[in-house]
Protein backbone atom coordinates (compact mmCIF):
# COMPACT_ATOMS: atom_id res chain seq x y z
CA UNK A 1 0.00 0.00 0.00
CA UNK A 2 1.34 3.56 -0.86
CA UNK A 3 0.69 6.29 1.99
CA UNK A 4 2.63 9.60 2.13
CA UNK A 5 4.08 10.66 -0.76
CA UNK A 6 1.36 11.18 -3.34
CA UNK A 7 -0.47 13.21 -0.54
CA UNK A 8 0.34 17.05 -1.41
CA UNK A 9 -2.09 18.94 1.17
CA UNK A 10 -2.35 18.55 4.90
CA UNK A 11 -6.45 17.76 4.40
CA UNK A 12 -5.75 14.73 1.94
CA UNK A 13 -2.75 13.55 4.54
CA UNK A 14 -5.46 13.80 7.23
CA UNK A 15 -8.03 12.33 5.29
CA UNK A 16 -5.99 9.18 4.87
CA UNK A 17 -5.05 9.19 8.45
CA UNK A 18 -8.69 9.21 9.47
CA UNK A 19 -9.51 6.53 6.85
CA UNK A 20 -7.35 4.25 7.46
CA UNK A 21 -7.56 4.73 11.11
CA UNK A 22 -11.09 3.62 11.04
CA UNK A 23 -10.09 0.66 8.77
CA UNK A 24 -7.49 -0.42 10.68
CA UNK A 25 -8.94 0.10 14.77
CA UNK A 26 -12.02 -2.40 13.70
CA UNK A 27 -9.49 -5.41 11.68
CA UNK A 28 -6.91 -4.97 14.02
CA UNK A 29 -4.41 -4.82 10.93
CA UNK A 30 -1.80 -2.68 11.98
CA UNK A 31 -2.98 -1.55 15.94
CA UNK A 32 -1.81 -5.50 17.04
CA UNK A 33 -0.42 -5.88 20.49
CA UNK A 34 3.19 -4.22 19.84
CA UNK A 35 2.02 -1.04 18.44
CA UNK A 36 -0.52 -0.77 21.43
CA UNK A 37 2.24 -0.84 23.45
CA UNK A 38 4.21 1.16 21.77
CA UNK A 39 1.71 3.92 21.58
CA UNK A 40 1.30 3.71 25.78
CA UNK A 41 4.61 4.05 26.20
CA UNK A 42 5.05 7.30 23.47
CA UNK A 43 1.76 8.38 25.95
CA UNK A 44 3.99 8.48 29.18
CA UNK A 45 6.89 9.90 27.37
CA UNK A 46 4.62 12.90 25.79
CA UNK A 47 3.05 13.11 29.33
CA UNK A 48 6.84 13.12 30.89
CA UNK A 49 8.18 15.93 28.35
CA UNK A 50 5.13 18.29 28.74
CA UNK A 51 5.83 17.76 32.89
CA UNK A 52 9.41 18.54 32.26
CA UNK A 53 7.96 21.75 29.99
CA UNK A 54 6.30 22.85 32.32
CA UNK A 55 8.07 22.66 35.79
CA UNK A 56 10.92 24.32 33.24
CA UNK A 57 8.72 27.37 32.15
CA UNK A 58 8.62 26.46 28.26
CA UNK A 59 4.91 26.00 28.56
CA UNK A 60 4.63 29.14 30.48
CA UNK A 61 6.33 30.96 28.10
CA UNK A 62 5.15 29.34 24.92
CA UNK A 63 1.36 30.45 25.82
CA UNK A 64 2.40 33.77 26.44
CA UNK A 65 3.91 34.00 22.71
CA UNK A 66 0.34 34.23 21.27
CA UNK A 67 0.48 35.24 17.83
CA UNK A 68 4.21 35.55 17.55
CA UNK A 69 4.02 31.74 18.27
CA UNK A 70 6.76 29.50 15.89
CA UNK A 71 3.56 27.53 15.24
CA UNK A 72 2.78 29.41 12.33
CA UNK A 73 0.37 28.51 9.23
CA UNK A 74 2.02 25.92 6.55
CA UNK A 75 4.11 23.53 9.27
CA UNK A 76 1.38 21.53 9.49
CA UNK A 77 2.22 21.38 5.39
CA UNK A 78 5.68 19.00 6.29
CA UNK A 79 4.04 16.56 8.29
CA UNK A 80 3.85 13.10 7.88
CA UNK A 81 0.55 11.51 7.26
CA UNK A 82 1.38 8.30 9.80
CA UNK A 83 2.17 10.83 12.54
CA UNK A 84 -1.56 12.01 12.01
CA UNK A 85 -3.06 8.05 12.08
CA UNK A 86 -1.13 8.12 15.02
CA UNK A 87 -3.01 10.71 17.22
CA UNK A 88 -5.70 9.38 16.06
CA UNK A 89 -4.07 6.20 17.43
CA UNK A 90 -4.11 7.64 20.51
CA UNK A 91 -7.49 9.19 20.59
CA UNK A 92 -7.59 12.63 19.49
CA UNK A 93 -10.06 14.03 17.74
CA UNK A 94 -7.66 15.75 14.57
CA UNK A 95 -8.41 19.09 14.13
CA UNK A 96 -9.11 19.53 10.28
CA UNK A 97 -10.18 23.20 10.14
CA UNK A 98 -7.71 26.22 10.99
CA UNK A 99 -8.78 27.90 13.98
CA UNK A 100 -7.00 31.13 12.32
CA UNK A 101 -5.59 32.68 9.96
CA UNK A 102 -1.50 32.83 10.18
CA UNK A 103 -1.88 29.54 12.65
CA UNK A 104 -0.69 25.97 12.02
CA UNK A 105 -3.77 23.72 11.17
CA UNK A 106 -3.66 22.12 14.82
CA UNK A 107 -3.23 25.16 17.11
CA UNK A 108 -6.04 26.06 18.88
CA UNK A 109 -6.70 28.64 22.17
CA UNK A 110 -5.27 26.15 24.01
CA UNK A 111 -2.25 25.44 22.30
CA UNK A 112 -1.73 22.68 20.36
CA UNK A 113 -4.61 20.14 19.76
CA UNK A 114 -2.46 16.89 19.02
CA UNK A 115 -0.63 14.75 21.09
CA UNK A 116 1.71 13.54 18.82
CA UNK A 117 3.50 16.00 17.61
CA UNK A 118 5.95 16.00 14.31
CA UNK A 119 9.79 16.08 15.17
CA UNK A 120 9.92 19.48 13.76
CA UNK A 121 7.95 21.00 16.62
CA UNK A 122 9.12 18.72 19.36
CA UNK A 123 12.60 19.73 18.61
CA UNK A 124 12.30 23.08 18.42
CA UNK A 125 13.44 25.52 21.45
CA UNK A 126 13.56 29.01 20.02
CA UNK A 127 16.56 31.26 21.26
CA UNK A 128 14.30 32.91 23.85
CA UNK A 129 13.54 29.94 25.43
CA UNK A 130 17.11 28.34 25.15
CA UNK A 131 18.58 32.26 27.17
CA UNK A 132 15.79 31.62 29.56
CA UNK A 133 16.88 27.89 30.88
CA UNK A 134 20.04 26.79 32.47
CA UNK A 135 22.13 24.27 31.21
CA UNK A 136 20.84 21.54 33.25
CA UNK A 137 17.22 22.74 32.83
CA UNK A 138 18.47 22.32 28.94
CA UNK A 139 19.97 19.52 28.78
CA UNK A 140 16.80 18.14 31.04
CA UNK A 141 14.34 19.33 28.24
CA UNK A 142 16.51 17.78 25.58
CA UNK A 143 16.73 14.83 27.42
CA UNK A 144 12.58 13.85 27.83
CA UNK A 145 12.47 15.78 24.15
CA UNK A 146 14.94 13.23 22.56
CA UNK A 147 13.30 10.34 24.03
CA UNK A 148 10.15 10.94 22.78
CA UNK A 149 11.08 11.56 19.46
CA UNK A 150 12.58 8.37 19.52
CA UNK A 151 9.74 6.60 19.98
CA UNK A 152 7.79 8.40 17.78
CA UNK A 153 10.39 7.73 15.30
CA UNK A 154 10.17 3.57 16.26
CA UNK A 155 6.93 3.90 16.12
CA UNK A 156 5.69 5.60 12.90
CA UNK A 157 8.78 3.11 11.30
CA UNK A 158 7.40 -0.26 12.48
CA UNK A 159 3.39 1.12 11.46
CA UNK A 160 5.14 2.01 8.08
CA UNK A 161 6.39 -1.65 7.77
CA UNK A 162 2.71 -3.32 8.17
CA UNK A 163 1.47 -0.29 6.07
CA UNK A 164 3.79 -1.95 3.31
CA UNK A 165 2.59 -5.42 3.65
CA UNK A 166 -1.23 -4.61 2.92
S1 LIG B 1 9.22 27.99 21.07
FE1 LIG B 1 9.61 30.16 21.34
S2 LIG B 1 8.61 31.14 19.54
FE2 LIG B 1 7.79 29.06 19.75
S3 LIG B 1 5.90 29.34 20.96
FE3 LIG B 1 7.58 28.79 22.38
S4 LIG B 1 8.36 30.76 23.09
FE4 LIG B 1 7.15 31.17 21.26
S1 LIG C 1 1.57 20.66 15.21
FE1 LIG C 1 1.29 21.64 17.18
S2 LIG C 1 3.37 22.11 17.91
FE2 LIG C 1 3.50 21.66 15.72
S3 LIG C 1 3.38 23.65 14.71
FE3 LIG C 1 1.31 22.81 14.80
S4 LIG C 1 0.41 23.63 16.69
FE4 LIG C 1 2.64 23.91 16.80
Redesign the pocket.
Known amino acids: MEFGNHMRSIKEKIEWAKRTYQRTCQEKEILDESISEMLKELEKKIARSSEVMKKNGVSRMCAECGDM????EG??ER?DPVTILINYMLGVEVQEERVKKG?????TER????KA??I??INYLCDKIKEMLSLDELREVQLVCGEEMDLLFKLSEEIKKRLRRQ
Open positions: SCCGIEFWCIFLGCSLREIC
